[in-house]
């Protein structure tokens, strides 16, 4: 039932640019799905249909191709921070005696340059070229719009499909605050664009993504305050983990204030300048530019859902299944536009279990079993499983081991000791519940941790493998043995 005579109007170098619908191959598939929005929710969705022999049309608007990941979140941040990370290791003494190091920035604009050009790269080679000359997707630049169950309007034009997806992802919501006017104002999607550096910058939020711009900006050079409206930043974490990574960025020069409440902005001499109660007391901040981080609006408005008869929850994102399929039948949704689980990887498979529920058969429930997760501050915060605290929700028993790096062979080594792993495990069973780990690339640890808690591993049984010495894995296993004994007394490798 796709429609094959709308063209492809995007901007982009897809394969369909570079080899017009017409020359392509033609679909011989009889099945077709229609996908509104572009990211990676979409492009896995397309991928898995093409697959499965169906034909799907992605229809994107709004960001390019590829949508928030590889456009303005993930990839535009993670170079970022790593640029800034290079910079901020070449301007402080090393922790190593008789070795000095100088660095500066010769040219901000010169790093979001070379940061531009690995976006754009990126989003020909993993998205443009992905679907290139696959006959069995066709993408067309243009907002979506349900028109019942089966039908999208795409400018003007009605395409069927024998199934849709929405994955129309989210966009940066603002604070109510008198006074924040478009353009005076930075989200992620003009951030990473700044042609020069802000002298100072206040940052309003104080999640994830509002402490990876912070710390970023702030290793650039930026002057970086840190405005929070709870009394702490990922005030979801427990305090301990908190508290850290506040201390850690304190010591860098971030100045965070927490338990702010905004009340007007304005523009002054060239200056943003927010009146606050902190903590009750009016305080007022002044910066030259001013990033807002408060949070994710999903992209559900005039999407002609209640068309189709698809409902929303109270925050405006959609309502699944546990299929992914939404309460009209026929039509899915996944990624970010769902509300929970925001990460690029959640996206993809959701878009690809959503596409095997609708096309392929027997129907999957989707599962977030041991799902990790990063915070990119350096150090890093990652994390799996339960912690303590939503152990104890689920009426869960667990003993609770917190290795501070100092014990880590690697991280002395390395002279980088800030951090921790804690382990959470079942105290009936061993098993492991969940970990956190604040540690400089404590990331890669995470994913030892996260088969260890899908595939029901014990502590014991960690702790009982082989971790390489010098490694920062072994810190996992000195975790895991921190159960029973006290590590400061064992030898170097002793188990
Ligand atoms: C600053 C930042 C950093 C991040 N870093 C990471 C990270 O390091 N690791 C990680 O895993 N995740 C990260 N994320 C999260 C990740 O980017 C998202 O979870 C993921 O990109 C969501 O994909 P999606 O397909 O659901 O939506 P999106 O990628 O947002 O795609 C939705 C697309 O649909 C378009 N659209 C909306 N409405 C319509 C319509 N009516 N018609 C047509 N098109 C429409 C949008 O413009 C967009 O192009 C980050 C996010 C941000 C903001």
Redesign the pocket.
């Known amino acids: 039932m796709s429609d094959c005579c709308l063209t492809h109007t995007s901007g982009e170098k897809t394969g369909n640019d570079r080899n017009s619908p017409s020359s392509k191959r033609p679909s011989n598939s009889t099945r077709s799905l229609l996908i509104?929005?572009?990211?990676?929710?979409?492009f896995s969705a397309a991928l898995k249909a093409a697959e499965l022999g169906v034909h799907a049309t992605i229809?994107?608007?709004?960001?390019p191709m590829g949508?928030?990941?590889v456009n303005?979140?993930?990839v535009p941040?993670?170079t970022l921070i790593r640029a800034a990370e290079a910079l901020h290791r070449a301007q402080r003494p090393p922790p190593f005696a008789g070795i000095a190091t100088s660095g500066k920035l010769l040219d901000f604009k010169t790093v979001i340059e070379q940061k531009r050009a690995l976006v754009e790269e990126l989003r020909q080679s993993k998205y443009a070229d992905v679907i290139g000359d696959n006959p069995n997707i066709t993408f067309i630049k243009g907002?979506?719009?349900l028109v019942d169950a089966q039908t999208v309007e795409v400018d003007g034009k009605k395409i069927q499909g024998d199934a849709i997806l929405v994955?129309?992802?989210?966009r940066p919501s603002l604070p109510a605050i008198a006074g924040l006017d478009r353009g005076n104002y930075l989200t992620?999607e003009t951030a990473f664009e700044l042609d020069a550096l802000p002298e100072s910058l206040l940052v309003v939020g104080g999640r994830y993504?509002a402490l990876e711009c912070a710390q970023m900006f702030a290793r650039m050079g930026s002057k970086v305050t840190v405005l929070q409206r709870s009394g702490r930043i990922l005030p979801d974490e427990t305090p301990d983990l908190t508290d850290a990574l506040t201390g850690y960025l304190r010591e860098e020069g971030l100045e965070i204030v927490t338990g702010i409440k905004l009340l007007h902005m304005k523009q002054e001499g060239g200056q943003v300048v927010v009146e606050t109660r902190v903590n009750d007391v009016p305080q007022t901040f002044r910066a030259q530019r001013i990033l807002v981080a408060t949070g994710r609006t999903y992209?559900t408005e005039n999407?002609g859902l209640e068309n189709a008869g698809v409902q929303t929850n109270s925050n405006g994102s959609i309502q699944v299944g546990e299929t992914l399929e939404t309460s009209a039948a026929g039509v899915y949704a996944a990624?970010?536009?769902l509300g929970a689980n925001?990460?690029?990887?959640t996206?993809a498979y959701e878009g690809a279990l959503a596409v095997g529920n609708a096309f392929g058969g027997a129907k999957r429930k989707r599962d977030y079993t041991a799902l990790p997760w990063v915070i990119?501050t350096d150090p890093q915060v990652a994390g799996v499983g339960l912690d303590e605290k939503q152990a104890a929700t689920q009426g869960i028993e667990t003993d609770v081991v917190t290795l501070p790096l100092s014990h880590v062979p690697r991280s002395l080594a390395a002279r980088e000791t800030r951090g921790f792993i804690k382990l959470i495990r079942n105290r009936a069973t061993d098993r492991l519940l969940g970990a956190r780990i604040l540690a400089a690339e404590g990331s890669e640890l995470l994913m030892e941790v996260s088969l260890a808690i899908k595939f029901g591993i014990t502590v014991r049984e960690l702790a009982a493998c082989f971790h390489p010495y010098l490694t920062l894995s072994e810190g996992i296993k000195l975790a895991a043995l921190a159960f029973d004994k006290d590590v400061g007394k064992l030898s170097c490798c002793a188990a």
Do not use: E, H
Request: proline share 0%.
């Open positions: 509104i929005g572009g990211g990676s929710a979409a229809i994107n608007d709004g960001l949508g928030t990941c303005v979140g993930c941040s993670k907002r979506g719009r994955c129309t992802g989210a992620n993504i992209n999407l990624g970010d536009v925001m990460f690029v990887y996206a990119f």
